[in-house]
């Protein structure tokens, strides 16, 4: 039986590629779309969700209200209530089990939220240091390495402590959320990913794995990423169902 994968997102018209990655590495996926529950049943309704899932996949999108993280707004963002709602609890929630989690883009900063950490509203205006601006290529994400920690999860996975990956976003984690560790950086200092190693599988990247398909290397790090995180969450299957 596949692992059944819960995709977070605002709609499911935007998660294409997610779905297409998870049936490629063999999850099933089913999808938890915000808008089409009241924001008030969220809270009730995660147990459920949880129950029915073997791994959550916190997906990117829109900005997280500051409000989570005791800012006031002070960039240009574009936040979902309904979605803050469901997925800061869920995260929550999920943490308090093994269950796998894995964050993409605006999934590491919900991971980290839900764990009262906070964020840079707009890199280029907050973060400490100049912010490279990294150029698109073909029309597609722009590239750029990152530096990975060696004692890491991901290190772990993708077996390297320099690699290439994607770039699309403007936000990013700042003070990172309670038992959650920084295990890998852009050169310009961004944190790229974060793990919390007291669990099996509970790691966020800062770039978009799902769309890393441009070259041989981007395919391999695709890969492996999603390759760990659905024989994870068959894991998980297994222990739930004593086997």
Same mark, same amino acid.
């Given at each position: 039986?596949?692992?059944?994968?819960?995709?977070?997102?605002k709609?499911?018209?935007?998660?294409?590629?997610?779905? =297409?990655?998870?049936?490629e590495?063999?999850?099933e996926?089913?999808?938890?779309?915000?808008?089409?529950?009241?924001t008030?049943e969220?809270?009730?309704?995660?147990p459920?969700?949880?129950?029915?899932?073997?791994?959550?996949?916190?997906t990117?999108?829109?900005?997280?209200?500051?409000?989570?993280?005791f800012?006031?707004?002070?960039?240009a963002?574009s936040?979902?209530?309904?979605?803050?709602?469901?997925?800061?609890?869920?995260?929550?929630?999920? &943490?308090?089990t093994?269950?796998?989690?894995f964050?993409?883009?605006?999934?590491i900063q919900?991971?980290s939220v839900?764990?009262?950490?906070? &964020?840079?509203?707009?890199?280029?205006?907050?973060? +400490?240091k +100049?912010v490279?601006?990294h150029? =698109?290529?073909?029309g597609e994400?722009?590239?750029?390495?990152?530096?990975?920690k060696i004692d890491?999860?991901?290190?772990?996975?993708?077996?390297k402590?320099? #690699?290439?990956?994607?770039?699309?976003?403007?936000?990013?984690v #700042?003070?990172?959320g309670?038992?959650?560790?920084?295990?890998?950086r852009?050169?310009?200092?961004v944190?790229?990913?974060?793990?919390?190693?007291?669990? +099996?599988?509970?790691?966020?990247?800062?770039?978009? +794995?799902?769309?890393?398909?441009?070259?041989?290397?981007f395919?391999e790090?695709?890969? =492996?990423?999603?390759?760990?995180?659905i024989?994870?969450?068959?894991?998980?299957?297994?222990?739930?169902?004593?086997?």
């Open positions: 039986m596949k692992p059944r994968i819960a995709i977070t997102c709609r499911s018209s935007d998660m294409t590629n997610y779905i =297409k990655t998870v049936e590495y063999g999850g996926p089913i999808l938890l779309e915000s808008l089409h529950i009241p008030h969220h809270n009730s309704l995660i459920e969700f949880l129950e029915n899932s073997d791994g959550i996949l916190l990117g999108g829109g900005d997280i209200d500051p409000t989570h993280y800012q006031e707004r002070r960039s963002t936040v979902s209530r309904s979605r803050d709602a469901l997925e800061i609890r869920l995260c929550q929630k999920a &943490l308090e093994d269950i796998p989690v964050g993409i883009c605006r999934g919900v991971m839900a764990m009262w950490g906070n &964020l840079y509203q707009d890199i280029n205006r907050y973060h +400490p +100049p490279l601006r150029p =698109k290529f073909n994400d722009a590239r750029h390495e990152i530096q990975i890491s999860k991901l290190y772990e996975i993708v077996g402590s320099v #690699d290439e990956v994607n770039s699309a976003h403007h936000q990013a #700042d003070d990172v309670k038992d959650f560790v920084v295990t890998a852009s050169s310009d200092d944190i790229e990913a974060i793990e919390n190693r007291s669990k +099996p599988f509970v790691l966020g990247v800062q770039y978009h +794995p799902e769309r890393m398909t441009a070259t041989d290397g395919l790090h695709r890969r =492996k990423l999603f390759k760990a995180f024989k994870a969450a068959k894991n998980w299957q297994s222990k739930k169902n004593g086997s």
